[in-house]
C-alpha cells in the first residue's frame, strides 16, 4: 500500500519591506512521504520571499516536469520557476527555456559547491539562473519551526531575512552562487 501525504496548514505573514508587499497567507502544503520537512519548510520560505497572489505550490517531489514553485501570469507563460536542492543542469536549462525568472534555492552544505563547480560552466549560460544557498545551520533553525498546523511570520528587508511565530523569531541568511543578467532577488547574506 502506497503512502499518503501529510498535510500541513501554515498561516502565513509576509511584512516584504523591500518590495512593499504586506499579505496573510492561508496555505496547504502536502509533505510527499519521501520528501523531508526541510525542504518543506524550504518550499514555505520560498513562498514567502517570493510571495504573490499568483504564487502557486508545484504538484509535489514526485513530478519532474513541475517547478517546487510557480508563477503563471494570465497569458500562460512561466513567470518565475522555482526549485530546491541541487537538480540536474538539464532541469534548470529545461525551466529556464520555459520561465522567464528561475531561482534556485540550494541546500546540502559543502555538496552545494562541489555541485556548483562541478556544473558551473553549464549553469553561467543560463542567464535567467539565480542560485542562492541556505546553510544547513539556518535550514535546521527553519525546521524547528514544522509542525501540522503552523502560524508563521516573515520579514524581509534590505536583504535580511526573519522568519518565526510571535513567540520566537530566527533571523535566516541565504548566501548568493549564481546572479541571473536581470535579478529581481535581494536577500543575500552579508559575508
Not at 34 to 50: D, G
Not at 139 to 162: H, K, P, V, Y
Amino acid at each position: 500500500m502506497a503512502l499518503k501525504a501529510t498535510v500541513h496548514k501554515a498561516q502565513l505573514q509576509v511584512s516584504d519591506l523591500s518590495r512593499h508587499h504586506y499579505q496573510d497567507y492561508q496555505l496547504t502544503l502536502a509533505r510527499h512521504p519521501s520528501e523531508t520537512e526541510e525542504r518543506l519548510m524550504l518550499r514555505l520560505l520560498a513562498f514567502a520571499l517570493c510571495a504573490d497572489e499568483q504564487l502557486q505550490f508545484g504538484k509535489g517531489i514526485s513530478d519532474d516536469d513541475e517547478a517546487a514553485l510557480a508563477i503563471t501570469g494570465l497569458d500562460g507563460q512561466c513567470q518565475l520557476w522555482i526549485e530546491l536542492g541541487l537538480p540536474e543542469e538539464r532541469r534548470l536549462r529545461k525551466a529556464s527555456h520555459k520561465a522567464n525568472q528561475v531561482l534556485l534555492l540550494a541546500y546540502g552544505g559543502t555538496a552545494v559547491s562541489k555541485w556548483y563547480q562541478s556544473e558551473q560552466k553549464a549553469l553561467q549560460a543560463l542567464h535567467n539562473l539565480s542560485i542562492f544557498a541556505i546553510s544547513p545551520e539556518h535550514l535546521a533553525l527553519l525546521q524547528s519551526f514544522c509542525d501540522r498546523t503552523m502560524q508563521l511570520q516573515c520579514t524581509i528587508n534590505e536583504g535580511q531575512i526573519w522568519f518565526g511565530t510571535s513567540v520566537r523569531t530566527e533571523q535566516l541568511a541565504l548566501s548568493r552562487v549564481k546572479a541571473a543578467r536581470n535579478e529581481l532577488f535581494i536577500w543575500e547574506a552579508e559575508c
